[in-house]
C-alpha cells in the first residue's frame, strides 16, 4: 500500500459527460501529480499541483483541470469527455527533496461509451 | 518525440535466471532514473532510482546501471522469480518540478 488513494476505482460513462476524480496524497507529501494511461502507452504526465497551486503541465487537454484543496487533496475534472479519453488515471504523490521517486495511488479506470 | 525508449515490449526469462530490461533516453538534462514495477488493477510500485552522477545503484536482488555516455539504462534482477511477472516502466525524472516521463514498459514473464 503507497499510502496514495483514489476514488473512484472504476468509472463507466458516456460521451459529452463530465466526471471527477478524487486523490489523496501520502501523509507529509505536499506535491501531487496525475498521469494518465491509455491502451498500449506509458504513463502520460498530465498535471502537477504543490501545496495548493498549479507547478507544471503536462499533455493535458483543455477539457481537463485539477485542484488541490487545503486538505491536499486533488480533484482531476474531465469535461466533454470522448471515447478517446478512456484510459487509467493515475495520481501520485512526492516526497520533498529526495531522489524523485514518486508513490502512485490504485488509479482509476474510466470507460467512456 | 519518447523522450524516454523502452525497446522491448516483453521479456521472457527461467526462474533463478537474471533479468535484463533495458532503457534510452535522449535528454541528457535528465538527474534521476527511475524504475517502476506494475501489476494488472494496480498502480505502478518504485522500485530503484539512480541519480545522473552515478553508473550503479543497487538493492537486493535489482540493480540498475546507467551508462550515460550511451544514453542508456539497464534494470538487472538476480535471480528472476514468479512473483518478477509483471511489466516493468524506466522513467526520468529532470524537470524543477519533478514530473516523471516514462517508457512504455516491458512485461516481464519468469517461467517456473
Known amino acids: 500500500d503507497s499510502g496514495v488513494t483514489q476514488t473512484p476505482k472504476h468509472l463507466i460513462t458516456a460521451t459529452g459527460q463530465r466526471v471527477t476524480l478524487r486523490c489523496s496524497p501520502r501523509?507529509?507529501?505536499?506535491?501531487v501529480y496525475w498521469y494518465q494511461q491509455s491502451l498500449d502507452q506509458g504513463l502520460q504526465f498530465l498535471i502537477q499541483?504543490?501545496?495548493?497551486?498549479?507547478?507544471a503541465k503536462g499533455n493535458i487537454l483543455e477539457r481537463f483541470s485539477a485542484q488541490q484543496f487545503p486538505d491536499l487533496h486533488s480533484e482531476l475534472n474531465l469535461s466533454s469527455l470522448e471515447l478517446g479519453d478512456s484510459a487509467l488515471y493515475f495520481c501520485?504523490?512526492?516526497?520533498?527533496?529526495?531522489?524523485?521517486?514518486?508513490?502512485f495511488g490504485p488509479g482509476t479506470r474510466l470507460t467512456v461509451l | 518525440d519518447q523522450q524516454v525508449k523502452q525497446n522491448s515490449p516483453s521479456l521472457s526469462v527461467q526462474e533463478g535466471r537474471i533479468s535484463i530490461l533495458n532503457c534510452d533516453y535522449t535528454?541528457?538534462?535528465?538527474?534521476?532514473f527511475l524504475w517502476y514495477k506494475k501489476y494488472p488493477a494496480e498502480g505502478p510500485t518504485f522500485l530503484i532510482s539512480?541519480?545522473?552522477?552515478?553508473d550503479k545503484n543497487e538493492d537486493g536482488r535489482f540493480t540498475v546501471f546507467l551508462n550515460k555516455s550511451a544514453k542508456h539504462l539497464s534494470l538487472h534482477i538476480v535471480p528472476s522469480q514468479p512473483g518478477d511477472s509483471a511489466v516493468y516502466f524506466c522513467?526520468?525524472?529532470?524537470?524543477?518540478?519533478?514530473?516523471?516521463?516514462f517508457g512504455k514498459g516491458t512485461k516481464l514473464s519468469v517461467k517456473p
Open positions: 501523509s507529509g507529501d505536499l506535491s
Open positions: 535528454n541528457s538534462m535528465f538527474d534521476y
Open positions: 522513467a526520468a525524472s529532470g524537470g524543477s518540478q519533478g514530473n516523471l516521463i
Open positions: 501520485a504523490s512526492r516526497l520533498a527533496g529526495g531522489t524523485g521517486e514518486q508513490f
Open positions: 539512480i541519480s545522473s552522477i552515478k
Open positions: 499541483y504543490y501545496n495548493g497551486e498549479e507547478r
